[in-house]
């Protein structure tokens, strides 16, 4: 464990893209060996780089809706880790936040995911995400979330929950009637230590 708390204090100093972040280094994730779900983001927004809580907005809520589970589940470490991307806020472009830097994952993806040695789940949030976790997957993240059952029960794409994706939500109602009751269904099993 030791060998861990180097590594996630090392992480939670990292400045490797300091020069690029408008508001500074901050890097934000949620985790515990033991976590059995695993969320897999793309980078905090400005009001989670303000709070320093995974997933404290509006995106939060929508999620945790999506899982069935409330803030205390979501927020215990040792139930949920929460690796983004991107560990720290990258800044707003001209149509929402960009893309997280590429710095992070490659300097700490993998060290910290050996670590998660209880892992029953993996959720796998928007493009870039999908990218790193699903390789194999196409581009679209409207076609990775609706090849769902392909990776079920273990892993599951899903599209980010932010406000600004409301229109793919209407768009796509077979999501909240197909996958959504499957995915709580999936998380309160794998939360009870039963899958």
């Not at 590594?7 to 893209?17: N, P, Q």
């Not at 998660?116 to 679209?140: C, F, K, N």
């Not at 999501?175 to 039963?194: I, M």
């Amino acid at each position: 464990m030791a060998s861990l708390t180097s590594l996630l204090s090392e992480v939670r100093r990292c400045t490797i893209c300091a020069a690029h972040l408008p508001l500074g280094p901050r890097p934000i994730l949620q985790f515990h060996p033991h976590a059995r779900i695993l969320i897999a983001g793309q980078a905090p927004g400005r009001k989670v780089h303000e709070s320093g809580m995974p997933f404290a907005d509006a995106s939060g809520d929508r999620l945790r809706d999506w899982l069935g589970v409330a803030p205390d589940v979501f927020y215990d470490p040792k139930q949920v880790a929460i690796l983004p991307m991107g560990f720290c806020f990258p800044g707003t472009g001209k149509a929402g936040d960009l893309p997280p830097r590429r710095e992070c994952a490659p300097a700490w993806r993998e060290q910290l995911l050996r670590h998660l040695v209880d892992l029953r789940l993996t959720l796998v949030i928007g493009q870039y995400a999908q990218a790193y976790h699903l390789p194999d997957a196409d581009a679209s993240v409207t076609r990775a979330v609706q090849s769902w059952r392909e990776h079920w029960p273990h892993v599951v794409p899903l599209p980010h929950p932010s406000p600004r994706n409301n229109l793919w939500l209407r768009r796509n109602p077979w999501f909240e009637v197909e996958l959504l009751p499957q995915l709580r269904a999936r998380v309160a099993e794998v939360l009870a230590g039963t899958g």
